[in-house]
């Protein structure tokens, strides 16, 4: 079955840096484009970044664009998020799956327990 295990978050002031980390397992990851996603208290889930399965492409909500940079590693089934000039707007609980064919989807239909990144001062 397919698992998503996402750590890396915490409290950071503005401006401030973080990585975060997804194990995934249970499915191919080499073959599979991977994405984050993030969720902030009342509102929708919505697509953060994405980096295809093995050419390094990769692509950014326009609010990270330059700020975030998403990375993966196929021998460990693993994929970064590298979070440099945090704003109090990325606040959020931050998650990881694979990404669809198209920008801003995702492949499976479940999720982990996401890793909560709070911005404040």
């Known amino acids: 079955q397919v698992q998503f295990v996402e750590s890396g978050g915490g409290l950071v002031q503005p401006g401030g840096s973080l990585t975060l980390t997804c194990a995934a397992s249970?499915?191919?990851?080499?073959?599979?484009?991977m994405g984050w996603f993030r969720q902030a208290p009342g509102e929708e889930r919505e697509w953060v970044a994405d980096?295809?399965?093995?050419?390094?492409?990769?692509h950014y909500e326009n609010s990270v664009k330059g700020r975030f940079t998403i990375s993966r590693d196929n021998s460990k089934n693993i994929v970064y998020l590298q979070m440099n000039s945090l704003k109090p707007e990325d606040t959020a609980v931050y998650y990881c799956?694979?990404?669809?064919?198209?920008?801003?989807?995702?492949?499976?239909?479940?999720w982990g327990q996401g890793s909560q990144v709070t911005v404040s001062s």
């Open positions: 799956n694979a990404a669809g064919p198209r920008a801003g989807t995702y492949y499976f239909g479940s």
């Open positions: 980096i295809s399965s093995n050419d390094g492409t990769t």
């Open positions: 249970g499915f191919i990851f080499s073959s599979y484009a």
